[in-house]
């Protein structure tokens, strides 16, 4: 994720992403978000009714480990989290695979072979065309 998407999360959720401190040795959240810009939105929704729930409703502060894309799905690695919260990472991973992780589009996302991503149609195109200049 870009350098402004990733310091608006960081300082929008200092609680949910203070790992982000620690050395890499101690928790991988030192690698930041390791994902494309389009996944933004979904980590920011997330991480928004997260902390709501937490402030508002007594639900145990969670911290994240670590948040990556493996095979095209949004991996959000976390700990201290109740159940509820677990349910609402679940369906933000889920809601991943229908999400480019390229321009956040939820229109026409596929996934690619090889080296899985999850793009849509406009994407797939850029994509294709950058694979082809490389052969």
């Known amino acids: 994720m870009n350098k402004k998407l990733t310091q608006k999360l960081l300082n929008k959720y200092p609680k949910l992403f203070i790992q982000h401190k620690l050395p890499i040795t101690e928790s991988a959240m030192g690698w930041l978000f390791q994902c494309n810009d389009g996944w933004y939105w979904l980590i920011n929704i997330l991480c928004s009714q997260l902390q709501f729930d937490i402030d508002r409703n007594n639900e145990p502060q969670l911290e994240f480990t670590t948040i990556k894309e493996k095979f095209g799905n ?5 700990q201290g989290a109740s159940e509820r919260q677990d349910g609402m990472i679940d369906l933000i991973s889920f809601m991943s695979n229908y999400t480019c992780e390229d321009c956040g589009s939820t229109s026409n996302v596929t996934k690619t072979k090889g080296y899985i991503t999850t793009l849509c149609s406009k994407c797939m195109i850029d994509y294709k065309k950058k694979r082809e ?3």
């Open 133 to 135: 200049v490389k052969k």
């Open 74 to 78: 949004l991996r959000l690695y976390h």
